[in-house]
């Protein structure tokens, strides 16, 4: 099929996700057909940095031989096999390569396939922990404002991302939001700690709120906070997990092991959707019993637990130790740090947060008096449309320019991210003109 043929039926039948679907419809899309490395490759054979690790999932980059021969190899024998009532060689040796790297004290894994899931659950398991250990008054959870925690009816409860989640408000259940401040979560926990299930966090970074860096020590502060007030913690790593912060987690910066722990995104390499949970004994035991005890975790997925997943996943957590990937993270960060410090230089530049190798570059019109663009501009989404045409492929958190590269970028290609950024924001004298023409064609931005 030719390139015509592909965006015509694209525009005929998908709808896509978070996208402007009028602008998107009157724009040619660009239709990937091939990977490789940290490369996608348009239906035309151009080819493009991936500069989102294709929506903050790819680790090593596509059509990586090992994770390739991991699936086939899978393949050959079984593709997918239920969890319920059965169990399967790649679930089993998956879970204990997950309990290795995890925070210890994370014994048990229960496997989804979405990030908004592996929150579901780890939601679902809070309350019920309660319920079975004789608290069932503790139902309610401490949110962070500005968290985002995926788009299932309880993922956009905890998480309060107005921006996205407005019309349902009227679905979500009722949740205390503290600032990302030790002293708002202690007010909350002092006023209400005999109903709050848990407490949940992104920890270190929160990533779709813009890539907002926690101080120092936060995660810390919450996981001594919930102990003194007697909740769980719920830590929320399926952006942050798989080294992207230059630990294994977040959580590893501050020495901290959760009740939960979710992860997704990254586990296996960016290849295919999984996700999981994993949990401490004291939660896991408080669900064992007699079955008319009612203390089971009724909760699971057609999916979960899929081999060919489980098998990706191996592999590339294998890889990423084999590679010292990780720590190779930890090391670069700092050169990163000083390619991302030109940008400050520019007219329009805020505050560039960074944590390993994610990135939150913000613009504003007046940095200096802190005062956004006008949001019908769409500035960063008109960047992004810029960085496109010369190859990179970033997508924007409203005005933040989000750099997520796959964690095996090499230094040239992160410096030609940052100077085609830097390029195309010194060209921002289109800005005057950009609020005339929002008609233009920018269709995908959060
Ligand atoms: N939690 C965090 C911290 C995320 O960043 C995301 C997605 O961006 C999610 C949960 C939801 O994950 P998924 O999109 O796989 O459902």
Redesign the pocket.
């Known amino acids: 099929m030719t390139t015509a043929d592909l965006q015509a039926l694209d525009h005929r039948h998908v709808w896509h996700p978070f996208t402007h679907m009028s602008q998107w419809l009157d724009d040619s899309p660009l239709v990937i057909t091939h990977g490789e490395g940290v490369y996608l490759i348009d239906s035309d054979g151009k080819r493009y940095l991936d500069g989102i690790s294709s ?2 999932c790819n680790v090593h980059g596509h059509q990586v031989k090992a994770i390739d021969d991991a699936i086939r190899n899978q393949l050959t024998r079984i593709a997918h096999t239920t969890q319920l009532g059965l169990a399967n060689d790649q679930v089993a040796i998956l879970s204990k390569k997950l309990v290795d790297i995890a925070p210890t004290g994370l014994e048990k894994v229960f496997f989804t396939s ?6 579901e659950v780890a939601f679902k398991l809070a309350v019920q922990y309660w319920w079975n250990t004789g608290k069932p008054e503790k139902t309610t959870f401490v949110g962070i404002a500005e968290a ?4 299932t009816t309880g ?1 956009m409860s905890v998480g309060m991302t107005s921006a996205f989640h407005k019309p349902y408000m009227p679905l979500l259940f009722k949740v205390h939001y503290a600032q990302p401040a030790l002293e708002s979560i202690e007010q909350l926990l002092l006023k209400h700690h005999d109903t709050i299930a848990a407490i949940c966090l ?1 920890p270190l970074v929160m ?2 709120g813009g890539m907002i860096v926690h101080a120092d020590g936060f995660t810390r502060g919450v996981r001594e906070l919930a102990d003194r007030y007697n909740v769980l913690v719920i830590a ?5 997990g798989f080294g992207r912060t230059g630990k294994m987690f977040a959580c590893d910066h501050d020495a901290v092991t959760p009740d939960l722990l ?1 992860v ?2 990254g586990m296996t390499g960016g290849y295919l959707p999984l ?1 999981a949970t994993l949990a401490t004994k004291r939660v896991f035991d408080a669900f064992l019993g007699a079955p008319h005890e009612g203390k089971t975790f009724f909760h699971g997925h057609t999916y979960t637990g899929n081999p060919l997943a489980c098998a990706a996943a191996i592999a590339s957590i294998d890889l990423m130790q084999a590679n010292r990937l990780v720590d190779r993270v930890a090391e670069n960060a700092p050169n990163l740090a000083k390619m991302l410090d030109r940008l400050r230089q520019l007219p329009y530049v805020g505050q560039i947060r960074q944590k390993g190798y994610m990135v939150g570059v913000d613009l504003l019109s007046d940095p200096k008096q802190n005062r956004p663009f006008d949001p019908k501009a769409r500035v960063g989404a008109r960047v992004c449309r810029l960085l496109r045409d010369r190859g990179i492929i970033l997508r924007p958190l409203g005005d933040t320019i989000v750099i997520f590269p796959p964690l095996v970028i090499k230094t040239d290609d992160l410096q030609r991210i940052v100077d085609m950024l830097y390029e195309v924001i010194s060209e921002l004298g289109f800005v005057e003109s950009v609020a005339e023409k929002t008609d233009d064609l920018i269709a995908g931005d959060f």
């Not at 985002?148 to 788009?151: E, R, S, T």
């Open positions: 929506l903050w979405d990030g908004a899931c592996a929150t985002y925690h995926g788009d993922a992104e990533a779709a929320d790593e399926v952006a942050t979710c997704g995104k996700a």
